[in-house]
């Protein structure tokens, strides 16, 4: 049988083996200052209709909850940044969603890294959570030492900056943490405050969420986006990435690893017209696999009016 040594060095082997940038271990605990903060959040209404985020607030906050008999949260980074640039005369997609859709890579990781982790200590319980269940990746990543959270809301990373995807493994198998980060390096630095064209980021490190132009573009499911964003979107067509563009933590950026991150070329390549002129035939073979699916053929386009209409 394992030693907790040995075991926390395998979770960091299969890690590394597996392509993730960062790995770090937290004790599975309640989350107290989150779950008052996220309560706060809600209460103000800041996830506009993202009705899910109300949904089954007690297993956001206590991992026990989703694995019982939790004893080790682990969190894993994965880099998703791209050297490669749009064609500067087409509309913008946020880098995330330049290759395949992460959900689907990560969680064949995660499921390779649970059987891996069963074959070497026995009949443990886990689950892994990419984007699909109600747990606080980005709580458990400065639990776990991998960054602080800026005030734009994305987990930094102090060698790499905030170009990454969190993957969260809630396991019953003890595992020695890391210690959790306690610093907040964005010090004075207000360059996401001051170049978010729709005011979605606030002083006091808020996120409204119900501002955020990747809101509009992706979570929000009307016929029509509101009139009092015309103008505001800045060519971005879905997603966002403004905040992290302007941070200067982002100037360590590495290009990813992962091959199937690779931009698809009709991303890079595509201008404004032939946006404009994709047929939803077209658009469901080219990104059959792409997280650009998530907004359907009608949310695109719909996406696609509005930034035509405000040019014209």
């Not at 946020?94 to 070497?120: P, Q, T």
């Not at 016929?223 to 060519?235: I, N, Q, R, S, Y």
Request: net charge neutral; aromatic share 12%.
């Amino acid at each position: 049988m394992n030693t907790i040594i040995e075991n926390t060095a395998l979770v960091k082997s299969i890690s590394a083996r597996m392509g993730f940038e960062f790995c770090g271990i937290a004790k599975a605990e309640f989350l107290n200052d989150d779950a008052r903060r996220l309560e706060t959040w809600l209460n103000k209404g800041m996830h506009g209709n993202m009705a899910y985020m109300e949904n089954h607030f007690d297993l956001r906050v206590d991992p026990s909850k989703l694995v019982p008999g939790a004893r080790s949260v682990i969190t894993l980074l994965l880099n998703y940044y791209q050297e490669e640039t749009q064609n500067t005369k087409g509309y913008k997609i946020s880098k995330y969603a330049y290759g395949n859709d992460y959900h689907e890579i990560i969680r064949a990781k995660l499921n390779e890294f649970l059987f891996e982790l069963r074959e070497n200590t026995g009949d443990i319980q886990g689950r892994g959570f990419v984007d699909s269940a109600p747990v606080l990746e980005r709580a458990w990543a400065t639990k776990t030492g991998l960054g602080w959270v800026g005030k734009n809301g994305n987990l930094i990373n102090k060698s790499q900056g905030s170009y990454f995807f969190i993957a969260t493994l809630i396991t019953d198998l003890e595992l020695i943490p890391d210690s959790p980060f306690v610093k907040d390096y964005c010090g004075s630095c207000t360059k996401c405050i001051d170049n978010c064209p729709t005011d979605a980021i606030l002083p006091d490190k808020t996120i409204n969420g119900s501002k955020c132009i990747s809101y509009f573009t992706i979570e929000l499911k009307d016929e029509l986006l509101p009139a009092d964003m015309t103008g505001k979107f800045k060519d971005w067509m879905f997603g966002c990435d403004i905040c992290q563009e302007v941070c200067p933590w982002n100037r360590f950026s590495q290009p990813t690893r992962e091959i199937n991150f690779k931009p698809l070329p009709e991303i890079l390549n595509f201008s404004t017209s032939d946006w404009e002129d994709l047929s939803e035939e077209t658009f469901k073979k080219i990104f059959k696999h792409s997280p650009i699916k998530r907004s359907k053929f009608k949310g695109i386009k719909r996406n696609l009016n509005f930034l035509k209409n405000y040019s014209e």
